[in-house]
């Protein structure tokens, strides 16, 4: 998807979606709450996404966004289980 199409998903006026979008993504400026939030929306991934600092952490949670509720509770509970085991 091109910047001018991804930012004109998110609301941005098109005159300026290119450049906005490349200023993001280069970091010379960031994006608020709520455009990060319809950037978020158009890429169809949790806002949570942008924030991670961890490449397998973000993967993760693309994934997590997948999965059904019962698959959820599951994976979670198999966690909680073998985090009270490991080493403190």
């Given at each position: 998807?091109?910047?001018?199409s991804?930012?004109i ?15 993001y ?15 978020a ?20 949670t ?10 959820k509770?599951q994976?979670?509970?198999?966690v909680k ?8």
């Amino acid at each position: 998807m091109s910047a001018t199409s991804l930012g004109i998903l998110a609301g941005i006026d098109e005159f300026v979606a290119s450049t906005r979008i490349n200023r993001y993504e280069k970091g010379v400026h960031q994006a608020n709450i709520e455009i990060a939030q319809q950037l978020a929306t158009a890429l169809d991934v949790p806002l949570a996404y942008f924030y991670m600092v961890d490449d397998d952490l973000a993967e993760l949670t693309l994934s997590w966004v997948k999965l059904t509720e019962e698959q959820k509770r599951q994976i979670l509970a198999q966690v909680k289980a073998k985090s009270s085991l490991a080493p403190g």
